[in-house]
């Protein structure tokens, strides 16, 4: 089955602390992993995506195809890195053509305190 | 433009009110989705829209249509919904076969 999953509902950190925010998948074929935040009262937005390979707002994220792992880093956090952060996977079905598709996991609640 | 827009931003609607969300997006993209987001949870998908046709609907409720009436527009037309369909709706773009997609800011609907 594919599914997304992210472990930690609440990750709470001090500011200047690292970060890992997990995420493992399933899927059977070569998916696509991302990762989505969403501020408070703003619009979900792209943070990262795996074939990009580079480093926003200093968070990065390696896949581990191995471990079928897409995790979040940051080295120092900030305290505007508070957001809910929302780990996917895109891939291909099929319904009489080819359409893709965003599997979104549960979703991680970063709060960094000052 | 490169941004997907949403219309209204707020609506409150009663069970037997026929309402509509509009979505709009100029990035020349040929995929339009709706996804459903209950608070504090991922968005769910509903629908998905490639080429202007409907490419795949998630078992929605029928009291939930959608419409693309062209390449840029997308809409979902509200009819007799319950208390628990109130969410955040929210619109994305892609590029067909693209795995990126671009968000809206979402229509936060409460239905009494």
Redesign the interface.
């Given at each position: 089955a594919q599914r997304v999953t992210q472990p930690e509902k609440l990750l709470s950190v001090f500011k200047g602390a690292p970060v890992e925010l997990k995420c493992n998948y399933s899927y059977s074929g070569s998916p696509?992993l991302?990762w989505?935040v969403q501020y408070s009262r703003?619009?979900?937005?792209?943070l990262l995506?795996h074939i990009s390979r580079e480093s926003i707002k200093g968070f990065t994220a390696d896949l581990n195809k191995g471990e079928t792992s897409f995790h979040l880093k940051k080295p120092f956090a900030q305290e505007e890195d508070s957001a809910?952060y929302?780990c996917a996977l895109?891939g291909?079905?099929r319904?009489?053509?080819?359409?893709?598709?965003?599997i979104?996991?549960?979703?991680t609640?970063l709060a960094v305190q000052p | 433009d490169t941004e997907v827009t949403q219309t209204p931003k707020h609506l409150v609607m009663g069970m037997t009110n026929k309402k509509s969300l509009k979505c709009e997006q100029h990035m020349g993209h040929r995929a339009m989705y709706w996804y459903k987001q209950k608070a504090k949870k991922p968005p769910e998908l509903m629908f998905v829209y490639s080429y202007e046709k409907l490419s795949i609907n998630e078992s929605v409720p029928s009291r939930f249509s959608p419409e693309c009436p062209n390449s840029s527009l997308l809409n979902l037309h509200l009819h007799a919904l319950q208390p628990e369909d109130s969410a955040l709706y929210l619109c994305a773009s892609s590029q067909v076969l693209a795995h990126e997609q671009f968000f809206g800011p979402g229509t936060r609907l409460t239905v009494l």
């Open positions: 696509e991302f989505y703003q619009r979900l937005q792209l995506r809910m929302y895109s291909r079905w319904y009489g053509g080819a359409t893709n598709k965003l979104f996991g549960t979703g609640l | -």
